[in-house]
């Protein structure tokens, strides 16, 4: 079992940058694949983001394609979403996820963090 706990989030304006961090607890962090989903008010929860175990295979939805960046350190434990370019439609709640296959599909995470609220004002 793991334990994840997001950080990094704020309230930042339309262009600013963030870096989301997710800090992991428990056993073997390098076993699991990891991604990043994001729920707006109102809205179905969306993936955002996924990484393989190793870090070598990377996957990320349309809308954020050359301005969000995941990447893990296995040594550290964590996983890491780096936000470029920050639009007011990227405004939620961000939580990372722990899986056993990289994919984009939320069902597919076991383990979920609390969440860490984003917010872009335009």
């Known amino acids: 079992q793991v334990q994840l706990v997001e950080s990094g989030g704020g309230l930042v304006h339309t262009g600013d940058s963030l870096r989301l961090s997710c800090a992991a607890s428990g056993r073997a962090f390098g076993s699991y694949s990891m991604g990043w989903a994001r729920q707006a008010p109102g809205k179905e929860r969306e993936f955002v983001a996924a990484i393989s175990r190793g870090g070598g295979t990377t996957y990320y939805v349309d809308s954020v394609k050359g301005r969000f960046t995941i990447s893990r350190d296995n040594a550290k434990n964590t996983v890491y979403l780096q936000m470029n370019n920050l639009k007011p439609e990227d405004t939620a709640v961000y939580c990372c996820?722990?899986?056993?296959?990289?994919?984009?599909?939320?069902?597919?995470?076991?383990?979920w963090g609390q969440g860490t609220q984003v917010t872009v004002s335009s």
């Open positions: 996820a722990a899986g056993f296959a990289t994919t984009m599909v939320p069902n597919s995470y076991a383990y």
